[in-house]
């Protein structure tokens, strides 16, 4: 017999093109042997291209969707991607500060196109990277954030190597092949979900992040070649 997987929440937006936020997140979990639940947080009209439009899903819907999760299914990981606002932001560091909790802290996305305020900003440093067992910021999002959250970071997107900080331990350097691709759409939002399944089934912070970035080092290996859309194509995530 089987057994029950765990489950991994990824609280995010929508990619109509299929790349990125909540489907990137929930292929990732298929593809590891989680259990992927979703709270959307936004609505966007995005392809290869860019985004066209963001609708952000109220406050107010967002937490019966956090509810429903919570309380019926006991995710062991959380997985946020872009939570569109400083009330959203709020509601899961105070929600889900006692699980596993990977924060990708969604604020530009590839195209250029900003996706959170400096509201949004401030909270997720009054609030939510505080509780986090783990950030992934890119170079741009370490940037608008800064560096000093007291809770560990793994910074990704810069050369063939990511760096895992944590609070009072030196600097762990973690080298991983770097693709030579274009079709990147996506490849954060899977490393960050790709980084809560593996902690869900049980891996040490460095050997989730290890297991994260293989992952998708593979991954964009496999799609090197495709052709999907007119401009930066997708991670394939199961295939």
């Known amino acids: 017999m089987n057994a029950t997987p765990p489950v991994v929440v990824t609280i995010a937006g929508t990619d109509s093109g299929g790349a990125a936020g909540v489907a990137a997140d929930l292929t990732t979990f298929a593809a590891l042997g989680v259990h992927g639940a979703c709270v959307v947080t936004a609505v966007t009209a995005q392809d ?33 991607g ?61 940037a608008v954030l800064g560096r000093d959250h007291g809770t560990p970071v793994l910074r990704t997107g810069s050369g063939a190597a990511d760096v895992l900080e944590r609070p009072g331990l ?9 693709v030579d691709t274009t079709n990147d759409h996506g490849s954060g939002c899977t490393h960050s979900a790709a980084l809560a399944a593996r902690l869900a089934l049980g891996d040490d912070l460095p050997a989730a992040a290890r297991h994260a970035a293989a992952f998708v080092g593979e991954r964009l290996e496999r799609g090197r070649t495709w052709r999907l859309g007119r401009g930066r194509g997708s991670v394939p995530h199961v295939l």
Request: hydrophobic share 50%; aromatic share 0%.
């Open 48 to 80: 290869t291209l860019g985004v066209r439009a963001v609708h952000p899903v109220p406050p107010e819907v967002v937490e019966a969707q956090l509810d429903a999760v919570l309380e019926d299914l006991d995710p062991v990981a959380v997985k946020t």
């Open 82 to 142: 872009m939570l569109a606002d400083p009330a959203i932001v709020a509601l899961v560091a105070r929600r889900c500060r006692d699980r596993l909790l990977v924060v990708d802290p969604v604020l530009v996305a590839t195209s250029g196109a900003v996706l959170a305020g400096p509201a949004v900003v401030a909270a997720y440093r009054e609030h939510l990277l505080p509780v986090a067992t783990v950030s992934t910021p890119n170079p741009d999002e370490d």
């Open 170 to 178: 030196a600097p762990l350097v973690l080298p991983h092949r770097r």
